[in-house]
T-cell receptor, first 114, second 113 residues
């Protein structure tokens, strides 16, 4: 059902590398989110966007950055990856800001930093 | 602030057993309530939702009733299957501010044949 795509699915990289996790949705949704999911499964909001040229930091302090130049695209960048960044990263979108709106999630990127 | 508390897992059941996963919440306003499910290797997907008190959300044999008096939204299923093995997240969303959903910590369900 979900038309939201994340690439790569798995990524193993060395410390200090710059990486970009891609997220695209074809549903025309205004709002997009990035979550970090820890091994205990808890979700932590790291960034979100209300629409083009809008980006906000979430609850979890993060060394990552995001951009929203196009409605459908919301990439997450780590300038210098560290082992503490090893985690599952989930991208999500919703039609608009509303209490009733459900989130659509991608399948996630499992990042391992050595 | 807003928060969601779920029972800790893993919950381990035999096939055809009755399932309850407890969820309670605190909210500054009048929330909508959700259950999401995450199957192995996938992202989350909405399982069911309820938007006002006494509403019952239902889907795929799962049910949850919005109980304002006890601030609860417990997930139930009468007869679980092995394919129900997944992580279940309770969530709420409140009007005003950023409408960012608040998620519980997730409860892992393991169903044995």
């Amino acid at each position: 059902e979900a038309d939201i795509y994340q690439t790569p699915r798995y990524l193993v990289i060395g410390t200090g590398k710059k990486i970009t996790l891609e997220c695209s949705q074809t549903m025309g949704h205004d709002k997009m989110y990035w979550y970090q999911q820890d091994p205990g499964m808890e979700l932590h909001l790291i960034h979100y966007s209300y629409g083009v040229n809008s980006t906000e930091k979430g609850d979890l302090s993060s060394e990552s950055t995001v951009s929203r130049i196009r409605t459908e695209h919301f990439p997450l960048t780590l300038e210098s990856a560290r082992p503490s960044h090893t985690s599952q990263y989930l991208c999500a979108s919703s039609v608009r800001a509303s209490t009733n709106e459900k989130l659509f999630f991608g399948s996630g990127t499992q990042l391992s930093v050595l | 602030g807003n928060s969601v508390t779920q029972m800790e897992g893993p919950v381990t059941l035999s096939e055809e057993a009755f399932l309850t996963i407890n969820c309670t919440y605190t909210a500054t306003g009048y929330p909508s309530l959700f259950w999401y499910v995450q199957y192995p290797g996938e992202g989350l997907q909405l399982l069911l939702k309820a938007t006002k008190a006494d509403d019952k959300g239902s889907n795929k044999g799962f049910e949850a009733t919005y109980r304002k008096e006890t601030t609860s939204f417990h997930l139930e299923k009468g007869s679980v299957q092995v394919s129900d093995s997944a992580v279940y997240f309770c969530a709420l969303s409140v009007a005003g501010g950023s409408y960012i959903p608040t998620f519980g910590r997730g409860t892992s369900l393991i169903v044995h044949p």
